[in-house]
């Protein structure tokens, strides 16, 4: 079972994107936050309880104050060895190439995914043993 | 047959022929007085004619009265010989010549001798005294007789000539007598004749020698005006040609033979070139007789037009008459056709620097001359007066900020340190005090030594290039701004377009597979709904701002007050919540606006304040005051909402801006209304605090 982290400010897509991934994996955990100073946080305290990493983060691009890329640059020596076995998505409505390019610069960032998030993304990608693989 | 004589009658016979012996003695005797008297006059024609050769075979005329003075004595067997020549002008020295006598008397007896010669006795000819001893006085010097004579050779030259016989010592003498006379008479002649030769013939040589060396001149003249590389024409006084030397003849095709006899306009006037000024110039002058020098276009007989550079001068003879023309000409064609070329080139030079408006100055560092062209003196506003000083005021315009390093950059080409240099700076004009940007040149010519001759520059104004280049820098910097604006425009737009787009998406595969599931379906379809009014919402803004931009003010009357009204209807209607929500005016409800412009503002506000309202606690207010008066509006909205941090205040009104997680917004409406408010003069100004509220205030000017 995997747990997801998404990193949205849209309430609509808060309420479809942990829609669809219960629709593949109905048993999974889906976390949502809205701002990228609310995730900074939620990587703390997860790592004051010991509590393990997300396995997948779904990290939008366009968010106000920081954008997803600013989080990531955020990201302190802690947090990165915190997150080192988490996969993380890009998941924006951006068909910009500058952002495209800046995903495949960042090796933090395991891929660039346009949204919505589908079932069939989901499925391919997160059953059992390609979370594994694809790290 | 013979017949006896008688005695009486041979007496007869023989006293006849007593007588007749008698008779033939005394003939005899006057035959032998005849020889004598004739071996005189012989004697006398001998020395006459001695005289007369040996004075002609004298050389100077001091020779010749020697001569005189000895035949005097010789001739008149007299003691003393005396001749006194005068020259009135001064052309001969008087002279005294005299032989016999003691030397000291002579000048007495000269003047006495003056004093005779004017009571001549023989008063047939004019030329000739002679005077008895007994006319002279008691105390004189003379006391015998005398011949003397006073002759005026010409208007300037007069000769007396005296013989002297002194009584006492001459005991022969017999008086003067008609032979005397006739001899004296016969000698005098003789002596001017001679006397006359003698001057006839110095004058003579005199003017031979006048005459050779006036030859040689002539001949130094006509080989100068032979051989000269300059033509030279001699005309009679009507300008016919009597002569032409060779140097014509090439210059202008024609011969000699061809030209005697015409007058040189006839064949070599150009029809066309020569400015017909000096043409009349040239004939007046002639007319006039007064020496000419000008320059003509002639025609050579091959048709090659030449430029002619003459002078002319009238000749005059000793009386003053006219008799010809002397003309020198010299074909400049090569120097003409130079100095037009060099005109030719100045004139385009000039014409290429008064279109490019380049001022340019030349300073001569040795004599301190400098020249500016026009230029360069309007582009300083300098007077004629002010040229001079031209450098010194040159320096002064140069701008302060600028002129040490302009002055120090244009002594390194003063001082040779550098040939050229090429600056920019700017000049505050003397009189106007305006400014202008100048983009300058100086060089340096240096001479072999490598010494600086002259410093040369050009000033050229730039302002306008200048001021055009610092516009399209301004403008460069804004288009790039805007460029920027745009860029990021898109981008926001395209996400906020295709957000809701995207989620519709997500809901459209959610929903077809929880179609049986009717409540999923009603929330999904609620929220395809709410996606569809942010998407329409989106599109609106984007056009009001797209309508602000392109369109023009429209002014209206409006109600101010329904306006508002209407516009929290319209919002409540759409959020369906409960606020306290009140309007109050100062002054008039009716205002002149742009009822787009105005409603989009206070839309965008009113909507904000409902929007962040502060959602824990349980009496949101939002408050409207209008104040109205005649120098404009002042709109403040009050709410005790969420509150704007510090740090974001700045930011709100920020392109794409989203101050809040909670915004639903596409952070362009702050944006478009601080967009308007320029558009419309006003000013937006904003205070706030967070978990307080927020005051905006918009305030327009009073528009017309």
């Known amino acids: ?135 | 047959m013979k017949e006896e004589l008688s005695y009486d009658e041979l007496y007869a016979k023989y006293a006849d022929l007593q007588l007749r012996v008698t008779r033939f003695s005394s003939t005899e005797q006057e035959l032998i007085n005849a020889q004598d008297l004739l071996d005189q006059e012989l004697l006398l024609y001998k020395k006459l004619s001695k005289f007369n050769t040996d004075a002609l075979k004298t050389n100077s005329i001091d020779e010749f009265f020697k001569k005189v003075v000895e035949s005097i004595i010789d001739i008149f067997e007299t003691e003393i010989g005396i001749i006194h020549y005068t020259s009135k002008s001064g052309v001969f020295e008087d002279k005294l010549v005299t032989e016999g006598g003691q030397k000291s008397d002579f000048k007495k007896l000269l003047g006495e001798l003056y004093d005779l010669s004017v009571q001549g006795d023989f008063g047939q000819d004019s030329n000739v005294h002679a005077f008895n001893a007994e006319k002279i006085s008691e105390n004189s010097l003379i006391d015998s007789c005398l011949v003397s004579s006073k002759i005026e050779i010409n208007e300037d030259v007069q000769i007396l000539f005296s013989a002297v016989i002194s009584k006492s010592k001459s005991p022969i003498y017999n008086g003067l007598s008609d032979r005397h006379r006739t001899i004296f008479s016969v000698f005098t002649q003789q002596v001017i004749a001679l006397l006359s030769n003698i001057l006839t013939l110095k004058e003579n040589k005199e003017q031979m020698i006048l005459i050779e060396q006036s030859e040689i001149e002539l001949k130094k003249l006509s080989f100068i005006a032979t051989n000269t590389k300059s033509g030279v024409i001699i005309s009679d006084n009507q300008g016919k040609i009597e002569w032409v030397n060779e140097s014509f003849q090439t210059t202008s095709g024609y011969s000699l033979e061809e030209v005697k006899g015409k007058k040189p306009k006839e064949f070599l006037q150009s029809k066309v070139s020569t400015n017909k000024d000096t043409l009349k110039q040239l004939s007046d002058s002639l007319g006039r007789k007064e020496n000419l020098e000008v320059t003509i276009l002639n025609v050579a007989k091959n048709g090659k037009p030449y430029y002619n550079h003459l002078e002319i001068a009238p000749i005059f003879d000793d009386n003053g008459k006219h008799t010809n023309f002397i003309a020198l000409q010299k074909d400049i064609t090569a120097e003409e056709t130079y100095k037009n070329e060099l005109l030719k080139i100045n004139s385009r030079f000039e014409l290429i620097t008064a279109s490019s408006q380049i001022g340019i100055w030349e300073w001569n560092p040795e004599t301190g001359e400098s020249i500016y062209n026009n230029i360069l003196i309007d582009l300083l506003q300098l007077s004629n007066e002010e040229i001079n000083s031209g450098y010194d005021i040159f320096k002064e315009a140069i701008h302060p900020l600028d002129r040490a390093r302009a002055i120090s950059e244009s002594d390194l080409v003063v001082n040779g340190e550098k040939q050229i240099i090429n600056h920019d700076y700017r000049l505050i004009l003397p009189k106007t005090k305006e400014l202008r940007y100048i983009q300058a040149m100086v060089v340096s010519e240096r001479d072999q030594l490598g010494n600086v001759v002259r410093i040369m520059g050009s000033v050229k104004d730039v302002t306008q290039s200048w001021l055009f280049e610092e516009k399209l820098i301004e403008k460069n910097t804004e288009l790039q701004k805007i460029n920027g604006e745009l860029d990021q425009f898109v981008y926001s737009v395209s996400h906020d377009l295709r957000s809701p787009l995207l989620s519709i998406k997500g809901l459209l595969s959610l929903l077809d597979i929880s179609l049986k599931n009717e409540v999923l379906v009603k929330q999904y379809l609620g929220l395809i709904g709410t996606s569809v009014n942010r998407l329409d919402e989106t599109i609106i803004e984007i056009l009001d701002y797209s309508k602000n931009s392109r369109t023009e003010l429209v002014l209206d009357e409006i109600d101010l007050y329904v306006l508002i009204s209407e516009i929290y209807e319209d919002l409540l209607h759409v959020s369906e919540i409960e606020i306290d929500f009140k309007i109050d005016f100062e002054g008039s409800h009716a205002i002149l606006l742009d009822k787009f412009r105005i409603s989009t503002v206070l839309k965008n506000f009113i909507s904000n304040a409902i929007k962040y309202r502060n959602k824990n606690i349980s009496n949101p207010f939002v408050h409207v005051h209008v104040h109205n008066t005649d120098d404009g509006v002042e709109i403040t909205i009050t709410d005790n909402g969420e509150g704007i941090s510090q740090e974001n205040q700045a930011k709100v009104f920020d392109m794409f801006f989203r101050a809040s997680s909670s915004s639903f917004g596409t952070g362009i409406g702050l944006y478009i209304c601080k967009e308007i408010s320029t558009k419309i003069g006003g000013n937006i100004n904003l205070t706030s605090e967070l978990g307080v509220g927020t005051t905006i205030r918009l305030l327009l000017p009073k528009l017309n």
């Open chain 1, 1 to 135: 079972m995997e747990r997801f982290l998404l990193i949205d400010d849209d309430d609509i897509i808060g309420i479809v994107h942990p829609a669809i991934i219960h629709q593949v994996f109905p048993e999974s955990e889906v976390i949502l936050i809205k701002s990228c100073m609310e995730a900074l946080d939620y990587f703390k305290e997860q790592l004051a309880a010991n509590i393990p990493a997300p396995d997948v983060i779904f990290l939008d691009i366009n968010l106000p104050k920081m954008n997803g890329f600013e989080l990531l640059e955020q990201l302190s020596e802690k947090d990165l060895s915190f997150l080192k076995h988490t996969q993380i998505y890009m998941l924006s409505s951006s068909i910009d190439q500058r952002d495209m390019a800046k995903v495949e610069a960042n090796k933090n960032i395991t891929g660039f995914i346009g949204k919505p998030l589908t079932m069939d993304f989901i499925r391919k990608k997160f059953s059992d043993n390609s979370v594994q693989e694809n790290k």
